[in-house]
């Protein structure tokens, strides 16, 4: 029978990494005599970062004596401890390759039931002085597991570990942690595991996105990045032709783009953008930006909508220097903000020159006779600062479920009510409250980040399910650094010291281009050092976090990713620049 060697507990604290606080709980200790298990707890114990530890599902790490012994002797460590992987009951016992998700166990007073494995977090290797570990915790199939308290009570190192029920479908540990990390993914045993009532819901919300991951066109782990998009159709940037210019409105200009070899250019997914690069900067340097596609997704072309901006230094160069018949430098279309091929009503919410991604959208909703209830929500300053206007008209005119509110915040003496505009001021919660909009919709947004940000919480006060609202930021994405005490944001920049021997890091988002200096371990701590915003968590190539396109380059990877990112993206936490790359170009 199993035993509890050992009972494990500590509060959060901050600590020293690599010029940063880090807050966690991970430094746990030995205690004797008995002590309380609780529905979130165990008495004395805390979490520092909930997002990914602690809480009703995983109450209580365990992990087990036979991995001690196996890391001691893979690592040649002889100073490993109870508590030193972060958990709170070491256990005689108990392997990974033999409990199964649902398996329920009491010790003491308390029972327990496993809820998922141990998620991949680099505060372990803090902990244990080696970085690798979150990929070696994964890849030698020894992560330890979580457990929910199903009856509180006390218990204590020495006591049997009675198992009392099974879990349905019989998955263990090892099994389910390889489901999701490593590659394979076999959908019968997807199927399977999200038959489990006791498997955490982050866990069944990933292994239902890789059930659902078009395997025939998509690649990637879309259980780890919550997306899956085809490849894109071209590495790089290639050179497409200007065929046509036309003002949609006082602002904005749409510039049409063709193969040269007038061959049909690859289809997109309604939505997406594509990357442009334009000798814009000082002496003719490029810079890049991301425009969305506004056109028919089947057409053949692409059409970017750009405004321009008072301070826009490439969106001046667009409007005042390209011309039919120049080239442009163009990546694939790219981005997981797409219409979806559901059957929901769909909302199609913008402001300004937001409209462009949704109008994408509205043009493959007619281009396919969809049947689809339809709702074209729209904000402009005036008829002069409305974009498409007769273009989307026409566009919702074929679809056979359609609804239309547009609204002028200051309409001009000649805007006609009932005709350009539906009525004067802004959309707000009040108003779409009384469009008696549908709750099981899928909605998409583009505009202002604040309209976004505004108009998402308005539709989840609507009703709508906040996981069914898609919004298009194409600013630098908030940073996910978990751990990590905030400090204030800085914009990015060049990192200290001198500068680096290259090749020359660009940075599409953030608007900076810096040169690559060796003293940097990964692409990752580069960014960090530039105060280019950032998400990561595992930083050894399992969790995906920091996965991010690749527009152009190549790169190395310092340590294998446990599995491939999409096809066009790259790991930052392990990789590090070609020594054949000239240039990289990231969408960061």
């Known amino acids: 029978m199993a035993k509890l060697v050992s009972v494990n507990v500590g509060m959060p604290k901050d600590v020293a990494w690599q010029g940063r606080n880090v807050y966690t709980g991970i430094w746990k200790s030995p205690v004797t005599g008995p002590r309380m298990v609780r529905r979130l707890n165990i008495d004395g114990d805390g979490q520092g970062d909930l997002a990914g530890h602690g809480g009703e599902i995983r109450a209580v790490l365990v992990y087990q004596l036979a991995s001690y012994d196996h890391w001691a002797a893979e690592l040649g460590r002889s100073d490993l401890e109870p508590g030193a992987f972060g958990e709170n009951f070491t256990v005689d016992g108990l392997p990974d390759d033999e409990v199964c998700i649902g398996d329920r166990y009491r010790i003491g007073e308390a029972v327990l039931e496993v809820t998922q494995p141990r998620v991949t977090c680099y505060r372990v290797g803090i902990r244990l002085g080696e970085p690798r570990m979150p990929a070696l915790l994964v890849s030698h199939r020894r992560p330890g597991f979580y457990c929910r308290v199903l009856a509180e009570g006390e218990v204590e190192a020495g006591q049997a570990i009675e198992k009392i029920a099974d879990g349905p479908e019989k998955i263990t540990v090892a ?17 399977r595991a999200l038959g489990i009532p006791a498997l955490s819901p982050g866990w069944k919300w990933s292994l239902q996105k890789l059930l659902d991951q078009d395997t025939g066109t998509a690649a990637g782990n879309s259980g780890l990045t919550g997306s899956s998009t085809p490849p894109p159709a071209w590495p790089g940037f290639r050179q497409l032709r200007v065929i046509g210019i036309h003002d949609e409105s006082h602002s904005v200009r ?231 005490a905030a400090t204030e944001a800085k914009s990015p920049h060049p990192p200290e010291g001198p500068t680096g021997p290259g090749p020359a890091i660009q940075f599409a988002r953030s608007a900076i281009a810096v040169q690559w200096s060796p003293s940097y371990g990964s692409l990752l701590e580069f960014a960090e050092a530039c105060d280019v915003p950032t998400r990561w968590s595992c930083r050894t190539g399992v969790c995906h976090n920091c996965e991010t396109a690749l527009l152009s380059g190549q790169v190395h990877y310092n340590l294998e990713p446990l599995e491939p990112p999409a096809p066009g993206s790259i790991l930052l936490c392990v990789s590090t620049p070609s020594p054949a790359s000239e240039t990289l170009v990231l969408d960061l």
């Open 175 to 191: 099994e389910i942690d390889a489901l999701l990390y490593l590659p394979g993914h076999r959908r019968d045993a997807l199927q």
């Open 254 to 484: 749409s510039i049409s783009l063709a193969d040269p070899d007038n061959t049909a250019l690859p289809k997109w997914l309604p939505g997406q953008s594509i990357t442009v690069r334009v000798p814009a900067g000082p002496d003719g340097a490029p810079l890049i930006r991301n425009y969305s596609l506004s056109n028919d997704p089947g057409s053949g072309t692409y059409r970017i909508s750009v405004k321009r901006e008072p301070s826009g230094t490439v969106s001046s160069y667009i409007h005042a220097h390209v011309r039919p018949d120049d080239v442009l430098d163009v990546a694939a279309p790219r981005g997981a903000f797409f219409l979806d091929d559901g059957n929901e009503p769909v909302i199609l919410l913008s402001a300004g020159v937001g409209a462009t991604p949704v109008l994408s959208m509205l043009h493959s909703l007619a281009t396919s006779a969809s049947t689809r209830p339809v709702w074209w929500l729209y904000g402009a300053r005036d008829g002069t600062e409305h974009p498409f206007a007769a273009e989307a008209r026409g566009l919702l005119n074929t679809l056979p479920r359609w609804q239309s509110a547009v609204f002028y915040s200051r309409p001009g003496g000649t805007d006609r009510l009932g005709e350009e505009y539906d009525k004067q001021g802004r959309l707000s919660v009040g108003e779409l409250s009384r469009l008696g909009l549908p709750t099981n919709a899928q909605a998409f947004i583009c505009g202002p980040e604040s309209f976004m940000d505004a108009m998402a919480e308005a539709l989840a006060t609507c009703g709508v399910d906040p996981a069914n609202v898609h919004l298009e930021k194409f600013g630098a994405r908030a940073a996910l650094t978990p751990g990590i």
